[in-house]
T-cell receptor, first 113, second 112 residues
Framework: RKEVEQDPGPFNVPEGATVAFNCTYS??????FFWYRQDCRKEPKLLMS???SGNEDGRFTAQLNRASQYISLLIRDSKLSDSATYLC??????????????FGKGTKLSVIP | GAGVSQSPSNKVTEKGKDVELRCDPI?????LYWYRQSLGQGLEFLIY????????KSGLPSDRFSAERTGGSVSTLTIQRTQQEDSAVYLC??????????FGSGTRLTVV
C-alpha cells in the first residue's frame, strides 16, 4: 500500500456544487495532516492543517478519521477559482525530531460555469 | 526572508553539464526538503535536512545528485552530468516543527 493515496480525478463539478476528496494514509503514527492546493505550473500552497478531528475555514472543511486512516476535504459552494489540484500530506515522525513528508499525487478539480 | 526563495527560477542546460540549484528557506525554519515534479506528475521526495542531523538522502535518484545545507540555512542541490530525464521543476520547502510546510516557487530545469 502506498503511503498516501488520493483519487486522481478529475472531478468536474458545476459552480455552486459541493465536492469532497478523500486521502488515505498508511502510517498510523502520523499526527498532523495538511491539504495543499497547487495551481498549474505553480508551487503547492498550504490550504488547511488538520491536527485533531477536523478543521473548518469558510467554505472548506477538513476531517480526520484516525480509525480508518483517512482525511477528507469538503468544498462547499464551489467557485471557478477553486479549480486546482489538491494534495494531501501526512508527515510521519521518524525520530530525532525528523519527519518523513510524503505527498499524495493529488486530486484535480475543475469547476465549470 | 518572508518566504522560501529559490534560484534560478529557470535553467536551461546542455546534457552532460553540471547544475546547482539554490534554496533559501524561511529564517528560523529548521527543516528543509527538496522535491522534484515532472510535468503532470506528483511530488517526488529527494532529500531532507533537519537541524544538525544527518540528512535523509533516501530519495536521491542517483549518485549524480547531491545536496548540502550550510550553516543550517541555505541549501544547494547539485546535479552532475545532467540527463534529459532530469528535466523537471525542483521545489524546496521549509518548516518549523509542528507547523505547515512552505514551498518556494521552484526552479524549472530543462536539459537539452
Amino acid at each position: 500500500r502506498k503511503e498516501v493515496e488520493q483519487d486522481p480525478g478529475p472531478f468536474n463539478v458545476p459552480e455552486g456544487a459541493t465536492v469532497a476528496f478523500n486521502c488515505t494514509y498508511s502510517n498510523s503514527a502520523s499526527q498532523s495532516f495538511f491539504w495543499y492546493r497547487q495551481d498549474c505550473r505553480k508551487e503547492p500552497k498550504l490550504l488547511m492543517s488538520v491536527y485533531s478531528s477536523g478543521n473548518e475555514d469558510g467554505r472548506f472543511t477538513a476531517q480526520l478519521n484516525r480509525a480508518s486512516q483517512y482525511i477528507s476535504l469538503l468544498i462547499r459552494d464551489s467557485k471557478l477559482s477553486d479549480s486546482a489540484t489538491y494534495l494531501c500530506v501526512a508527515p510521519a515522525y521518524s525520530g530525532a525530531g525528523s519527519y518523513q513528508l510524503t505527498f499524495g499525487k493529488g486530486t484535480k478539480l475543475s469547476v465549470i460555469p | 526572508g518572508a518566504g522560501v526563495s529559490q534560484s534560478p527560477s529557470n535553467k536551461v542546460t546542455e546534457k552532460g553539464k553540471d547544475v546547482e540549484l539554490r534554496c533559501d528557506p524561511i529564517s528560523g525554519h529548521t527543516a528543509l526538503y527538496w522535491y522534484r515534479q515532472s510535468l503532470g506528475q506528483g511530488l517526488e521526495f529527494l532529500i531532507y535536512f533537519q537541524g544538525n542531523s544527518a540528512p535523509d538522502k533516501s530519495g536521491l535518484p542517483s549518485d549524480r545528485f547531491s545536496a548540502e545545507r550550510t550553516g543550517g540555512s541555505v541549501s544547494t542541490l547539485t546535479i552532475q552530468r545532467t540527463q534529459q530525464e532530469d528535466s523537471a521543476v525542483y521545489l524546496c520547502a521549509s518548516n518549523l516543527q509542528g507547523r505547515g510546510y512552505t514551498f518556494g516557487s521552484g526552479t524549472r530545469l530543462t536539459v537539452v
